[in-house]
């Protein structure tokens, strides 16, 4: 490889996708000789800091980081996740869960839910729900950890990520970097000075006329993407198309109603409204489009539909759907909100942090900063954002709704050509297609299909292997070990308590 080692990297802007850029970063290249890591933020711009969901993956970033998880949830009043209850989105009264980990077992080599599809053309209608151990668990408001040294094990099939303190969580990950080397800097860039023939960002200034030079420059400055978007000029593609969500209202509130270890999202007339019960508090939302909604009513349904006293003044979001053309150009790494945005809807926002810290990593440059490296980042973070995106298009264009505008929308839209093709599979055999290893596995897809209503034409022709009182048998035995297993599982209060991971009640935000 042509070119020097970088060595000096420079972080604009904090918050979690800042500090886990820190972190992950340094805990990896910090020994490399001769590389800093400097990031600037300052105190007077404030962060979004809603994104408390997340997805399994983050295992892997705490892993990553030497963390040990009780103290990891204790500092950040982190509540464990098993997965997403999305209440109202078929139809009014209805509900299902996305849940972490699996359904039943698979039999005779093909997949678990051909027998599902079996039996319920057979005429059992118990609901997918009752074969995963994570939602039955997650709407008990139980929790235990995985355990993947017997197969045989219902949890075995577990999985689990976490809801927390987004504030915290930043405060936390500073912690880990600045011990790992990294240095701060306060302050606010005014301008960006950039070589004049290269075009590549050579300096940040500060208000106080400080310079803060790097070969290297990681933006993560949010919505404003103050290096990518605007000194750069990298364009956006715009998704409002699909979806046309495009503001958010967040408040969070004093605990209250269930303390189940599920992030909730709630269909609303012009969008959804989510909860996400933490340690100390719950935080909530309103994602809603507002070209079906005015700020006022979309904040009055918020606020009464919340399950305690709110305990700030509601954050306003504006916000558009799709991502920059490109997350790398020239020497500037665009992460988190600087690079793009997709709705909170399946808690992927942290995780695309998470992902392009790990793709970067993969691919770190020299100070050739070599063309075809980049591409290779762009293209995969390009086709994770697109993956995403038919995921949660999926959640709008398969419902019954049609009570509002809005939903009449979503529901006549002719889906991205990705998501196309994964409905008429499903409608012509009741086959799961995954892509290139995309982010959401056969699991999540099948959950939501099902859940949304989308129609399953059939099941493998293998489930005949099974005569129908034996597929009869063996769904009842696997919703029966799946009932006894959450049976004996302790409620996620008692599991804190016991892992030494609970606050003290004293910090518990309540009535």
């Known amino acids: 490889?042509?070119?020097?080692?970088?060595?000096?990297?420079?972080?604009?802007?904090?918050?979690?996708?800042?500090?886990?850029?820190?972190?992950?970063?340094?805990?990896?290249?910090?020994?490399?000789?001769?590389?800093?890591?400097?990031?600037?933020?300052?105190?007077?711009?404030?962060?979004v800091g809603v994104g408390e969901a997340t997805i399994p993956q983050i295992q892997a970033f705490n892993a990553l980081l030497g963390l040990d998880e009780n103290e990891f949830v204790r500092q950040t009043h982190a509540t464990y996740k098993l997965g997403i209850e999305f209440v109202d989105w078929l139809r009014k009264g209805h509900s299902?869960?996305?849940?972490?980990?699996?359904?039943?077992?698979?039999?005779?080599?093909?997949?678990?839910?051909?027998?599902?599809?079996r039996g319920q053309a057979l005429g059992d209608a118990t609901d997918l729900d009752a074969y995963s151990i994570a939602a039955m668990a997650g709407k008990a408001g139980k929790f235990f950890w995985p355990d993947r040294t017997n197969p045989n094990s219902p949890l075995s099939k577990l999985g689990y990520a976490f809801q927390f303190d987004a504030g915290?969580?930043?405060?936390?990950?500073?912690?880990?970097?600045?011990?790992?080397?990294?240095?701060?800097?306060?302050?606010?860039?005014?301008?960006?000075?950039?070589?004049?023939?290269?075009?590549?960002?050579?300096?940040?200034?500060?208000d106080n006329g400080m310079r803060v030079e790097g070969e290297l420059f990681i933006d993560c400055s949010g919505f404003r993407s103050l290096l990518l978007g605007q000194t750069l000029g990298v364009p956006f593609t715009d998704?409002?198309?699909?979806?046309?969500?495009?503001?958010?209202?967040?408040?969070?509130?004093?605990?209250?109603?269930?303390?189940?270890?599920?992030?909730?999202?709630?269909?609303?007339?012009?969008?959804?409204?989510?909860?996400?019960?933490?340690?100390?508090?719950?935080?909530?939302?309103?994602?809603?489009?507002?070209?079906?909604?005015?700020?006022?009513?979309?904040?009055?349904?918020?606020?009464?539909?919340?399950?305690?006293?709110?305990?700030?003044?509601?954050?306003?979001?504006?916000?558009?759907?799709?991502?920059?053309?490109?997350?790398?150009d020239k020497n500037v790494v665009a992460l988190g909100l600087a690079g793009g945005f997709l709705e909170p809807l399946e808690s992927t926002s942290?995780?695309?942090?998470?992902?392009?810290?790990?793709?970067?990593?993969?691919?770190?440059?020299?100070?050739?900063?070599?063309?075809?490296?980049?591409?290779?980042?762009?293209?995969?973070?390009?086709?994770?954002?697109?993956?995403?995106r038919d995921f949660l298009v999926l959640h709008y264009k398969a419902t019954e709704r049609d009570d509002s505008e809005f939903w009449r929308y979503c529901r006549e839209l002719p889906p991205p050509d990705g998501l196309r093709e994964k409905l008429e599979m499903f409608a012509s055999s009741?086959?799961?297609?995954?892509?290139?290893?995309?982010?959401?596995?056969?699991?999540?897809?099948?959950?939501?299909?099902?859940?949304?209503?989308?129609?399953?034409?059939?099941?493998?022709?293998?489930?005949?292997?099974?005569d129908?009182?034996?597929?009869?048998?063996?769904?009842?035995?696997?919703?029966?070990?799946?009932?006894?297993?959450?049976?004996?599982?302790?409620m996620q209060g008692q599991f804190l308590a016991q892992q030494g991971s609970a606050i003290p009640a004293s910090e518990r935000i309540t009535a």
Request: glycine share 10%.
């Open 1 to 47: 490889m042509s070119g020097e080692p970088i060595r000096r990297v420079v972080i604009v802007g904090g918050g979690t996708a800042g500090w886990m850029a820190a972190a992950g970063l340094s805990k990896v290249l910090g020994d490399l000789p001769g590389l800093s890591f400097t990031l600037v933020e300052s105190d007077v711009i404030g962060t």
């Open 168 to 206: 915290r969580y930043a405060r936390y990950l500073r912690g880990q970097a600045e011990a790992q080397g990294v240095k701060r800097v306060e302050g606010r860039i005014v301008s960006v000075e950039q070589h004049g023939e290269t075009g590549f960002i050579k300096a940040a200034v500060l």
């Open 239 to 328: 998704w409002s198309k699909w979806l046309p969500c495009d503001r958010a209202i967040a408040i969070p509130c004093e605990l209250g109603g269930e303390a189940v270890p599920l992030t909730r999202s709630t269909a609303r007339p012009a969008g959804w409204q989510w909860r996400i019960p933490l340690q100390h508090r719950i935080g909530n939302g309103h994602v809603y489009s507002s070209a079906h909604t005015n700020e006022a009513e979309a904040e009055e349904l918020l606020v009464t539909n919340l399950d305690g006293k709110p305990l700030a003044e509601p954050n306003r979001l504006r916000f558009q759907a799709g991502h920059r053309e490109k997350a790398w």
């Open 468 to 490: 129908e009182a034996e597929t009869g048998r063996r769904l009842a035995h696997i919703r029966d070990v799946v009932a006894q297993a959450v049976s004996q599982m302790p």
């Open 96 to 117: 299902y869960v996305h849940p972490f980990g699996t359904y039943g077992i698979d039999m005779m080599g093909i997949e678990f839910h051909h027998f599902w599809l």
């Open 430 to 466: 009741g086959r799961i297609i995954r892509e290139h290893n995309e982010l959401f596995t056969e699991t999540s897809w099948l959950s939501v299909m099902v859940g949304q209503g989308a129609p399953a034409g059939g099941y493998h022709p293998a489930a005949h292997l099974l």
């Open 350 to 388: 942290i995780h695309l942090v998470q992902s392009a810290i790990a793709r970067l990593l993969t691919l770190w440059p020299t100070n050739a900063f070599s063309a075809k490296e980049i591409e290779r980042f762009n293209s995969e973070n390009e086709q994770e954002y697109i993956d995403i």
